[in-house]
């Protein structure tokens, strides 16, 4: 248990400062690259809840699938609004 959750406090650092180190131009750009890999997250949050056979499994099971699924959304709408910017004004 104590390896895990030193994985995951160490992920958390490093994810933050991957991100706190991104300029602000690059930001959007990876942001929307990003929504390939949060389909998969998607995609395996469901197969796994697919799998629960308890009901705690089945409840942390579903909050991912609606966490990926906001998550991939979001990503969509942002990339959206950023590419709504280089279009050419229509007169």
Known sequence: MIDL???FVLAVF?????????S????????SGANAIHGV???GA?????????GIELVLGLLAVF???????GGFVVTDRMLEMFKGHKR
């Open 46 to 54: 469901v197969l796994i809840t697919g799998q629960a056979e308890g």
């Open 24 to 31: 602000t131009i690059l930001h959007t750009p990876l942001m």
């Open 5 to 7: 959750l030193t994985i």
């Open 67 to 73: 966490l990926a699924t906001v998550n991939v959304v």
């Open 14 to 22: 490093v994810g933050f400062e991957v991100v706190s180190k991104v």
């Open 41 to 43: 997250i998607l995609v």
